[in-house]
Structure formats: structure tokens, C-alpha cells
């Protein structure tokens, strides 16, 4: 979960845009699905977390639709809100000290991307690598294999805050390390993994937070 | 993972028994499926644990087969020394103070019941309540929840070291959940949920450890 002090997630995206409930309702699960749902901080699903959006109509424009070029924008608008609104989400997770946004791609689909991205951002061995800032490619990988999807370790590439620690499964050397390790310290790292699947496009982001002693403490010291 | 400093698991179990490769193979198949394969510290599979059972023959006995009588105690013997050693492993978790025995039963079927267990035992909030001594069932129902099993909350039931916190979806009282509390402290705690589903026999067995802030230390501090 997040913050239980607060006991759960509310979030509420306010317009004066006219837009008709259903065509909402299809930006918001577009929008949702590149932020809210492409967020963890360690996998434990809130039973009660909720998004809401609420458009009173008052810019009397012509009513939105998804697929008009105004209606594009004000989805891309509405994402990039609510990309936002989910990073703070992560920085804000119990003890986190840094995020990761972990990028898969060249995955046979998206639905592999997607299943790699979350095995990483919920391994607790990456999460507590990110937390040393320890630019431990292999455990990125480990993680990778166990998330059930097919792929070739020997094609596979992962870069760190930019930096290739892993070519093709060939370990990057000492210098190179230290650079992962020194973009490592930041307090948003990028991680990138490239599946190496020939000539396909699959693709999905996770953003997680660190695993630290005092995620643990605050979790382990309250009762509810 | 459970010990990096010995790099991996390497477990070899010996007999004298006589018993042909693929009658030992099956033996140890079933045994691993209710030792090995049912604990986990953090969900992050090792890439090269290996379990090796050799036997030289010595004691000449009739070659032993899974469906004879001393094939079955045979069986039992092996999958009883397995458990022995993968409770030791658990118990030798980076950071571990306590592990939980976690069974899952009145589900639809073993492969649900296992999920649902395996669910649970890779909580991090299930697992640092554990850490903290903390009974809370919330938790526990919660993981079940996102398992991808269907169940009917209403019916669930949770004991937490034999104390009945919930009981067919009703909280126990303050003075019971004390007595759970108090059972949390030992260093072995068994935790049984019964899924409620009526008539069904699905059931399962995965034993875990606690999540502590000497795990996050441990594996935040050293490079690989």
C-alpha cells in the first residue's frame, strides 16, 4: 500500500471541459493505465483505491470525444496529470528514499513487457539494489526470467540511469559500473531493459519506489 | 534468495536404498513439490538451486517403487528429511526472526489453494506484520484477494497460531486478537485460512519468513 495513514487512495481530476460520461469514462481507463495502474510501491493492492473524474461542462465546447484531434489532446492532458499524480504516489511510498522507472522493450508484446516491468519493480532484491544503489543488472535479469515469458538471456540488454551495464548478456566492465552506480544515487533512476526479441514491439513502464529499513519498521510497528 | 554468502542452494540427499533412477526421480519429485518448491524468503527464484538424490544400492533391498508399501514409507521418509532442511533454509533467511507456515484449504482446488498461499507468504505487508507481531488478518485477506482466485470474502476464516481471528468474515474480538498476538511471537507461527468454498478439498502448504530491516541492510549493502 501507500500511505495507510491516510487509509487508502482518493484521487479526484476536476474539468470544466463538456465531455458525455461514456467518452470520460474511455479517457480516464486510458489514462489510468499508463499511471495509476503502472505504478507499485510493493505489489499489495489497496482493497479501496479510487479514481474519479468529474467534467461539469462549463467551457460549453463541443462535447469531447477520443478520437476528434481536441479530444486527443485533452487526453494526452489528462495522462500527463495523472502520470504525475501517480510519481508522487510512488515518492511518497513508506521509507521510499528513490523511484525507478522501468522500461521494457522488445518484447514478443505488450502483455510481456508488462508482465517483465512488474516482476522487476516487485522484486525485493531489485528494490533493495535500488536502495544501496547498487547497479545489479543480474538481479534485473533474474527477475526477468521468472516473470514466465519467453526470451533469449543472450540477446538481452539493460541500461541503468542511461548506462549500458548489459550488452547482449555481455557484462559491461568496472568504469562503466561505477557510472550506473554514481546515476544510481539520484532520486529517479531510469531503468531500461531490452528483451531482444527480433523485430517486435513490445513495450510497458512500471515506475516503484526503493525497498528501505524504514518501509519495514513502518510496516512491522503499526496495527490495524 | 535465501543465503548468497554460500552463492546457492546445493542440496544432496543420500541413501543406501536400492531404487532405479526413474522410481528415485519420481520419489524425488513429490518430495520437492511439499519442501523445496512450497517456501519462499522473497519470491526471488535463484537461477541454479539444485536438489540431488543419490542412491548407491548397498542395502539390497528389493528396487523400491512409488506404489509399493516400502516404496510409500520410503516416500515419506524422503519428503519428511526435505522438509527438515527447507524449514532450516527458511529459518537461515537474510534477516529472518520468525517463519510462518502458511495453509491454505477449502478452496476449489490445490492449484487455487497454492496461489492463494503463495500470495500471502510474498506479501511484503503480510510479512512484515509478521515481523512485527502483528495479527492482522486484513493483510492476509487482502493478498488472497489479489491472488487471482475467486472466492467469497464472507465466508473466509483465518487462525493465526490455532486463534481464531476471523471467522466466516467477522472479526474476532480485542481479547482474542491479543491472544494471536501473543502466538506471533514464537519463532514458528502457523497461519490457516479456509476459503470457505463448500464441499471443495483444495489445499496447499508454503512456508515463509519475515520481512525485516536486517533483510533490507543485508541485501541493499553488498554489490554482486
Not at 495507510?4 to 460520461?21: K, Q, S
Not at 484531434?69 to 495522462?79: C, I, N, S, T
Not at 528514499?97 to 508484446?109: D, L, M, S
Request: one cysteine or more; hydrophobic letters at 45%.
Amino acid at each position: 500500500m501507500i500511505a495507510p495513514d491516510v487509509a487508502t487512495l482518493l484521487v479526484c481530476v476536476l474539468t470544466d471541459a463538456r465531455v458525455a460520461a461514456p467518452a470520460l469514462r474511455r479517457f480516464v481507463q486510458a489514462a489510468v493505465r499508463t499511471s495509476f495502474n503502472a505504478i507499485t510501491v510493493d505489489g499489495d493492492t489497496s482493497t479501496n483505491d479510487t479514481v474519479l473524474a468529474l467534467a461539469n461542462g462549463l467551457a460549453s465546447n463541443v462535447p469531447l470525444t477520443p478520437d476528434s484531434p481536441d479530444g486527443r489532446r485533452f487526453g494526452a492532458v489528462l495522462a500527463a496529470v495523472m502520470a504525475a499524480l501517480a510519481d508522487m504516489v510512488v515518492a511518497d511510498g513508506e521509507g521510499a528514499t528513490r523511484r525507478a522507472r522501468i522500461t521494457v522493450f522488445g518484447a514478443h508484446g505488450n502483455e510481456d513487457a508488462r508482465r517483465v516491468a512488474r516482476a522487476v519493480a516487485e522484486s525485493q532484491l531489485v528494490k533493495t539494489a535500488l536502495h544501496g544503489a547498487d547497479p545489479n543488472w543480474g538481479r534485473i535479469v533474474c527477475a526477468a526470467g521468472y516473470a514466465g515469458v519467453r526470451f533469449d538471456p543472450e540477446r538481452v540488454s539493460v541500461w541503468i540511469g542511461g548506462v549500458p551495464v548489459l550488452r547482449r548478456g555481455e557484462p559491461a566492465g568496472p568504469t562503466i559500473v561505477r557510472r550506473a552506480a554514481s546515476a544510481m544515487r539520484n532520486s529517479a533512476v531510469a531503468i531500461d531493459v531490452d528483451l531482444g526479441a527480433r523485430g517486435r514491439q513490445g513495450r510497458a513502464t512500471i515506475t516503484t519506489s526503493d525497498l528501505s529499513p524504514a518501509y519495514v519498521r513502518f510496516n512491522s510497528a503499526y496495527s490495524t
